[in-house]
């Protein structure tokens, strides 16, 4: 569901601080193609002023990320405005509330709410205590943006009073965490990103913008790009896991999807990118713990995915909670001007996480309100979400030239950009027959989705010497075990938009609709609750599951288990469900373990004992139909994971795309402890390095070959190279056969090391992937083209760059992919293998 938030307290006695002024002038994004300057005015020099200086030496000409902002006539219109505006309605443009949801059904009745009218919302100010009244300030002009107020009588009612009673009458926009899916929900991020189908998630994507905006929501917080190498970080769950490229490809749909071509279109949503940057790699899996690592695994692995989702035209970025290498991304003027605007041309507007300016002061880098209102403000934040700081500080900090007005006046042009961009100005209010309630229409596609997010992890052969999955449709006695068998709201997962309940399809639902169909018999047992530490359902589910045929176990995470504030310690299966898989198993029969979660579970056990075991992640409104669809071979599984799932949790993070070491353990059974030298190796001594179910990985009911793995050239001068960066420079290619014996999909998946360059480069990465269908028998050449996108890497300066190296393409369908052909850069200038940088800015 769509959260309620609470305020968070801080004390802000202290004095205020003085200041160091930061300008970012506007001139970049008024006209399309002027030059970004930014001069850092200081008055005198805070402990921070360092951080903030390094982030000025931004002066270089690039073309907006979003053209339809950058419009000539949409510029117009906000000078005008801007004109017009006094310095309290252009900070109310920069201030955001939410609404408290309680006393809105009696405001939102009949005829919209007035100002004065009694209960209208109150948010109470994190610092200071004091209420604010969102209704009297959309009135006054006061309020740009509210943040998970729904439902088109609600939001209709605070447009009302911007619309009609405003001085100005600028629309508000309202936006809400529609994550996957508004009415209609599909899987999790993370389930959906095992897919690898982008195409589906920009359908997905504009079905749920088109849903929401009939309840007034015209911006989503999302898509959320973070990559997360740490399965304890429950925020794992709403993005598309390790990897840039996946993450990238993901971010680049889901832009597609909810901004269409044209911001303006009926259905069509402003994104908010989040969160910027590096969220995800929180120290320890953590939840808003810091972040510390170098510039170029910055750029080369975090960044990637938010510069394409900006590439793509992302309308808003949500800059995060973290601070990276000691400067809160809220307040980061090397993220957010130096890189966002400065290197990306990122033209929209900059939106705070959730009292991330409040938070400043948690951070220790602000004494107080003002002071964490001039750093954010001034590198880059132009909406304050909830910290109730821009609309009391800045007024005071402007009069006394604190932050300057065009510091203020360039973040209200971005917001009014945004507003006019998506037609608010022209259609204030929620149009058409809103959407309350899963959309039947949406079934089939959200059905689909969640068949393609099932990654078939175990599928072992019975005595039959067949495969326990799929089930054979023929009538047979099927016990259904687990707590999350006939939990409809757990269908759902974190960050669920605003589904209800009664739509959803759980498994038991399903799983007896289909009984009713093919004969057999279905008995159901919940053994125990998610979390339980009793055992008192136990007699009865093993009773169940010895009267069976077949066990299905239903078990896993709640969807609260993940999600923001969801960090775990502990990645295997939460309360007494181990047990409870322990005691079926020791029946004897055979069983399918269905895993729901938002994040990689420890799944070692399981692995060595169940024959079957697919993670079905959480897989929204169809939840019970596409498992069923999938365990009885309707559908063969083709999901593949986008994070790696560890054997214990201290191997996290944990990931593919790792460095090298010195000390490789190659060739080394490391499932044995180490004998004599063997020890020193990077390596653990009590179990194995790998992944127990690694990046790439997922089974189908059918078998995929590979041949004929080659690239279209072996040697590519470096000269070539500079002569057009966007050129493919060869193509790696291979025969995809279907050797089993049925209709399947695979993902087929090219990876590429970079052996030779100056700086160590990971062991593979993900550099291309195709979904393709193939009958059985059927084969499929598969082309990839790599560039200097693909093949290049960050060198010492934290540019792009490709050196004389030698290069290896695997094509396969996991990360273990094992066939590979090779190529060399050459150096064209002399034969020395010295590497020659070709950086190209
Ligand atoms: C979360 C964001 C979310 C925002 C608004 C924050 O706590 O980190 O992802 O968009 O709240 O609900």
Redesign the pocket.
């Known amino acids: 569901m769509l959260?309620m938030?609470r305020l968070m307290r801080c004390d802000a006695t202290a004095p205020v601080m003085r200041h160091t002024a930061v300008l970012w002038t506007n001139a970049c994004f008024r006209s399309i193609l002027a030059a970004a300057a930014l001069c850092l005015a200081t008055a005198s020099l805070a402990p921070y002023a360092a951080a903030q200086t390094a982030a000025i030496a931004v002066n270089q000409a690039v073309s907006p990320s979003n053209a339809q902002l950058a419009s000539p006539a949409i510029e117009a219109r906000v000078e005008q405005l801007l004109r017009q505006m006094t310095l309290e309605e252009k900070i109310g443009q920069l201030v955001q509330y939410n609404d408290t949801g309680d006393v809105s059904s009696i405001q939102t009745s009949s005829a919209p709410a007035t100002a004065e009218k009694p209960g209208a919302m109150a948010v109470q100010n994190p610092t200071t205590g004091n209420r604010v009244n969102a209704m009297q300030l959309a009135a006054a002009g006061q309020l740009g943006s509210m943040?998970?107020t729904i439902g088109a009588e609600r939001t209709n009612t605070y447009q009302h009073l911007a619309v009609e009673k405003s001085r100005l009458h600028i629309p508000l926009l309202f936006g809400a965490?529609v994550i996957h899916g508004f009415r209609t929900i599909y899987p999790v991020p993370l389930g959906l990103a095992a897919s690898f189908d982008p195409k589906l998630v920009t359908e997905l994507s504009h079905m749920s913008a088109e849903e929401a905006t009939t309840a007034g929501i015209r911006w989503f917080?999302s898509p959320?790009v973070d990559i997360s190498r740490d399965a304890r970080w429950g925020r794992s769950v709403e993005g598309a896991g390790e990897d840039p490229y996946l993450g990238a490809a993901m971010a680049r749909a889901y832009i597609h999807g909810y901004q269409g071509d044209d911001l303006s279109k009926p259905g069509s949503v402003a994104a908010s990118v989040?969160?910027f940057a590096a969220y995800g790699a929180a120290e320890a899996g953590r939840e808003y713990n810091t972040t510390d690592m170098s510039e170029i695994t910055l750029r080369q692995i975090y960044l990637p995915p938010y510069q394409a989702a900006v590439e793509a035209g992302a309308a808003t970025v949500?800059s995060a909670?973290n601070s990276l290498n000691g400067v809160p991304a809220s307040a980061n003027p090397f993220l957010l001007s130096k890189i966002l605007r400065g290197e990306w041309g990122f033209n929209g507007f900059v939106v705070s996480?959730?009292t991330a300016v409040m938070e400043l002061i948690h951070h220790g880098i602000a004494l107080d309100a003002a002071t964490a209102t001039r750093k954010a403000v001034t590198a880059g934040v132009d909406v304050d979400?909830m910290s109730h700081f821009y609309d009391t500080q800045l007024p005071e900090l402007v009069r006394t030239g604190q932050v300057s007005m065009e510091v203020v006046d360039e973040a209200v042009r971005r917001v009014l950009r945004v507003k006019l961009a998506t037609g608010v100005f022209e259609h204030p209010y929620a149009e058409g027959a809103e959407v309350t309630a899963a959309v039947a229409g949406h079934r089939l596609l959200v059905r689909k989705a969640a068949e393609e997010s099932f990654v078939l992890l175990q599928n072992n052969k019975l005595g039959s010497g067949e495969p326990l999955l799929p089930l054979s449709p023929a009538s047979q006695r099927i016990a259904l075990i687990g707590p999350l068998a006939d939990d409809a709201a757990e269908m759902m997962g974190a960050w669920s938009g605003a589904p209800n309940v009664r739509d959803i399809i759980s498994l038991k639902q399903a799983l007896t609709e289909r009984v009713r169909q093919t004969g057999g018999a279905l008995r159901y047992a919940q053994g125990t609750g998610i979390a339980d530490s009793s055992q008192a359902g136990f007699p009865e589910a093993i009773q169940t599951a010895r009267a069976a045929d077949v066990v299905i176990l239903a078990m896993g995470e709640s969807g609260r288990m993940s999600g923001?504030a969801g960090s775990r310690a502990n990645l295997d299966l939460p309360g007494n469900q181990q047990q409870l898989l322990e005691a079926v198993a020791a029946t004897g029969k055979p069983i399918v373990l269905l895993v729901f979660s938002g994040r990689p579970l420890v799944l070692d056990w399981a692995a060595q004992h169940i024959p079957a075991i697919m993670e079905v992640w959480f897989p929204g409104t169809e939840a019970g139909h596409a498992i069923a669809n999938v365990l009885f071979g309707d559908v063969s599984p083709s999901g593949k994971l986008p994070m790696s799932f560890p054997r214990a949790v201290g191997q996290e993070p944990l990931y593919y795309n790792q460095f090298p070491t010195g000390r490789p353990p190659v060739g080394i059974d490391l499932s044995k402890p180490p004998t004599g030298e063997e020890r020193f190796l990077s390596r653990y001594i009590d179990i194995p390095n790998s992944a127990l179910f690694p990046f790439g990985y997922g089974l189908s009911y059918s078998n995929f070959s590979y041949r004929d793995v080659k690239v279209s050239k072996t040697s590519i001068p470096l000269s070539q190279v500079l002569v057009n960066r966007k050129a493919p420079l060869l193509e790696a290619t291979a025969t995809v056969t279907n050797t089993g014996k049925r209709m399947a999909t695979e993902v087929v998946q090219c990876y590429v090391r970079n052996l030779g360059a100056s700086i160590e480069q990971p062991v593979r990465s993900l550099k291309g992937f195709e979904r393709i269908t193939l009958a059985p028998g059927e084969s499929r050449q598969v082309h990839f083209s790599l560039g200097f996108k693909e093949l290049s890497f960050f060198n010492l300066d934290n540019s792009p760059s490709m050196e004389a190296t030698h290069y290896t393409a695997w094509i396969g369908g996991s990360s273990l992919a094992s066939q590979d052909a090779s190529f060399e850069v050459t150096n064209s200038t002399s034969a020395a293998d010295s590497p020659l940088a070709v950086i190209l800015q």
């Open positions: 959260r938030k943040l998970n965490d917080y959320m989040k969160h949500m909670f996480d959730y979400m923001e």
